[in-house]
């Protein structure tokens, strides 16, 4: 069976220090440690990262260098980031969040993993994301909360 590829934004991290998403984060991660899943995390993941409390910070570590893999964010995933933008998938405030989906279509992740429903796990965006995403020659992406990936 292939290991997915799962392509996580900050909120996945910083999920194990929410009082309503910590449970399903640290089943996510344990799922992690146990090669069930194999981490894509981007550069903007890391700096975004690099402000959060220690506690936050703690997690990823502990998914184990075998399990994470960096990905960065190039002028390919750039110019993507600012296709959804163009479009409106997500507003000009929300640049990261395409970002993030952008970074990890160029990666070819099997999923983005968020707990972000506003601007990333919601059904419009998905639809809107996707859209742009044929639209310029991508692949769909799937895009789930760590709870559906558990």
């Given at each position: 069976?292939k290991?997915?590829r ?12 929410d ?5 399903a984060?640290?089943?996510?991660f ?7 899943f ?5 550069d903007l993941?890391l700096e975004e990262?690099a402000?959060?409390?220690?506690q936050v ?5 502990r998914a184990g ?14 110019e993507?980031?600012?296709r959804y933008?163009d ?13 993030h989906?952008?970074?990890a ?7 983005v993993a968020?707990?972000?429903f506003k601007?990333i796990?919601?059904?419009?965006k998905?639809?809107g ?6 639209r310029e020659?991508y692949?769909?992406i ?9």
């Open positions: 069976m290991v997915q799962i392509y996580i934004d900050t909120s996945v991290v910083g999920g194990c220090e009082d309503e998403f910590r449970e984060s640290l089943a996510f344990a799922g992690v440690r146990k090669g069930r194999r981490l894509l995390v981007s993941l990262l402000g959060a409390p220690a910070r703690f997690h990823l570590p260098r075998e399990n994470v893999f960096k990905v960065l964010g190039d002028d390919e995933s750039l993507l980031g600012q933008l479009a409106g998938v997500v507003g000009p405030a929300s640049g990261n969040d395409a970002l989906v952008a970074i279509t160029v990666a070819r992740a099997d999923v968020s707990w972000n601007h796990v919601h059904v419009d998905v639809r994301f996707n859209a742009v995403n044929l020659g692949p769909l799937d895009i789930r909360s760590p709870l559906e990936l558990i």
